[in-house]
């Protein structure tokens, strides 16, 4: 019998646990996008969400990238402790409303330290505060600079941008905007977990309604709202690069959790990522519900090996 990861069968008992506890505690909660935007994010930044409390990593370098109009932008790098490989572009999810750099130190070090890999995490503008496009502005911004300073700068030539559901959605905006300017030869793979990758809405995201799994149709139309896109239809190819050009992007590997409202982006992204020519893998966490990779399981643990090796291979290559 052919495998299903979508099979509620295959779901173990222990995500089955994890399951119904996580639903009933969130049941209880407001939902994301009925808290204050400020102290939601102070909650993150002190441990207080659902999230595990991860500290920041003490061996961080900030550099500032000058924007145009003489402000900066930090990234901030995490070297590994043997020769680099190459150089991960990392952009954090969260809506393009919360989350920060050092809330996915942990992952990053785990990728250096694993990998060989130079990490560069780009602290792009949130919305509201900064309506759409500053925030793929940023990233394009930060990224070009990365690119013309690696080998000088980093020591580095290969290169690979990783961004969970809104960083992936950024991701992949910043490399069609490079692919308009140059071409994305140095870039040698993308992750691409749990992405948002349609803001007019695929149908999981549309029908998911409003149970709470960290996600729920209300809140990413939440998140919509926050952007500010004006007289911008959803369907421009920056804002949902499913309708953009993708011909000609890196190797990627896509993956998402089945409990996830996003579940069909994913789905739906990977098949146009193969029909526009490029190569394409994708794993499915049975039971996954969004941003399971930032939660303690055995799941997340295979998220993170699965990233590991991709990107092993990847610079290896």
Request: aromatic letters at 12%; hydrophobic letters at 40%.
């Amino acid at each position: 019998m052919e495998y299903n990861s979508f099979d509620e069968e295959n779901i173990t008992s222990e995500t089955q646990r994890f399951l119904e506890l996580f639903e009933t505690e969130q049941a209880k909660s407001p939902g994301i996008h009925e808290v204050d935007i400020i102290e939601a994010r102070l909650a993150r930044d002190n441990g207080l969400s659902y999230f595990p409390f991860r500290p920041p990593s003490k061996e961080v370098q900030e550099i500032p990238i000058a924007r145009s109009d003489g402000s900066f932008i930090k990234v901030r790098v995490i070297r590994p402790k043997c020769k680099p490989v190459g150089i991960l572009i990392h952009i954090h999810g969260g809506g393009w409303v919360f989350g920060r750099p050092h809330h996915q130190d942990w992952r990053m070090t785990e990728f250096a330290n694993q990998v060989g890999l130079i990490t560069a995490s780009i602290e792009y503008r949130l919305a509201p505060e900064n309506p759409w496009p500053l925030c793929l502005e940023d990233c394009e911004t930060a990224t070009k600079w990365i690119l013309d300073n690696r080998t000088n700068f980093f020591g580095v030539n290969k290169v690979a941008i990783c961004g969970e559901s809104a960083g992936a959605h950024l991701s992949v905006g910043t490399l069609l905007k490079l692919k308009k300017v140059t071409k994305l030869d140095a870039f040698v793979g993308a992750l691409l977990t749990y992405g948002w990758f349609d803001l007019s809405l695929t149908p999981s995201a549309r029908n998911w309604g409003s149970k709470k799994l960290v996600l729920s149709t209300p809140a990413l139309e939440f998140f919509i709202k926050n952007l500010q896109i004006g007289k911008l239809t959803t369907k421009d190819p920056f804002l949902s690069p499913i309708y953009g050009d993708l011909s000609g992007m890196p190797d990627a590997l896509f993956q998402c959790g089945t409990m996830d409202p996003l579940s069909d982006d994913t789905a739906f992204m990977h098949t146009k990522w193969i029909n526009s020519k490029n190569n394409a893998e994708i794993i499915w966490y049975p039971g996954g519900v969004h941003a399971f990779d930032s939660l303690d399981s055995s799941m997340a643990t295979d998220a993170l090996s699965n990233s590991v090796e991709f990107f092993t291979r990847k610079f290896q290559a």
